[in-house]
């Protein structure tokens, strides 16, 4: 089944505490993207990668990594978290950055206290 | 700042009744994207519109992008509870890879 994967679907942590969030596609997707969304907000663009190591900022990326070592994952790094990264977490993939269609994991709700 | 401005946020209406939901932006978009996203999951894509003035329709759904690619609707004909959800726009901004969204717009279809 084509998909995209993140895991963990749910986690809480502590401020300053390292982490990272994985997201995985199965779909040959060139272009692959982290979203964070909040309510009221809607959903905003953390980085985005082009192809394996591509990357490039979105429009929130402070606070915030990525990586893009192999075609189908690219991880979300949060090296020091902070409560305000307290959010819900989309990874998305698309066949190239101009086919348009972006496939959406299922999200993680990260919790920072 | 919010390059997609959505409209309305909230939508309240009965079954069989239509309506509209705007996405306006100052900006010009190479496409335009409606996803619709259910509780606790991501969005799911809709349609893409990509030339000036296209119209597209899926079922009960009809999607236009402006003339000027500013700008797009989403028009439910005679909407049923089944319709219910988040319904989000998102534009490629022109000239680059990045994706914009808009709030989102809230219906809910009442039997």
């Known amino acids: 089944e084509a998909q995209v994967t993140q895991n963990p679907r749910y986690l809480i942590t502590v401020t300053g505490k390292k982490l990272t969030v994985t997201c995985s596609q199965n779909?040959?997707?060139?272009?692959m993207s982290w979203y964070r969304q909040d309510p009221g907000l809607g959903l905003r663009q953390i980085y985005y990668s082009m192809n394996v190591e591509v990357t490039d900022k979105g429009d929130v990326p402070e606070g915030y990594k990525v990586s893009r070592k192999e075609k189908r994952n690219f991880p979300l790094i949060l090296e020091s978290p902070s409560p305000n990264q307290t959010s819900l977490y989309f990874c998305?993939?698309?066949?190239?950055?101009?086919?348009?269609?972006?496939?959406f994991g299922p999200g993680t709700r990260l919790t920072v206290t | 700042t919010q390059l997609l401005e959505q409209s309305p946020q909230f939508l309240s209406i009965q079954e069989g009744e239509n309506l509209t939901v705007y996405c306006n932006s100052s900006?010009?978009?190479?496409?335009l994207q409606w996803y619709r996203q259910e509780p606790g999951e991501g969005p799911v894509l809709l349609v893409t519109?990509?030339?000036?003035?296209e119209v597209k329709k899926l079922k009960r759904l009809t999607f236009q992008f402006g003339d000027a690619r500013k700008d797009s609707s989403l028009h439910i004909t005679a909407a049923q509870p089944g319709d219910t959800g988040l319904y989000l726009c998102a534009g490629l901004k022109r000239g680059t890879y990045k994706y914009i969204f808009g709030t989102g717009t809230r219906l809910k279809v009442l039997a």
């Open positions: 998305a993939s698309s066949l190239s950055s101009l086919s348009y269609e972006q496939y």
């Open positions: 519109v990509v030339t000036g003035g």
């Open positions: 779909m040959n997707h060139e272009y």
């Open positions: 900006s010009v978009f190479s496409s």
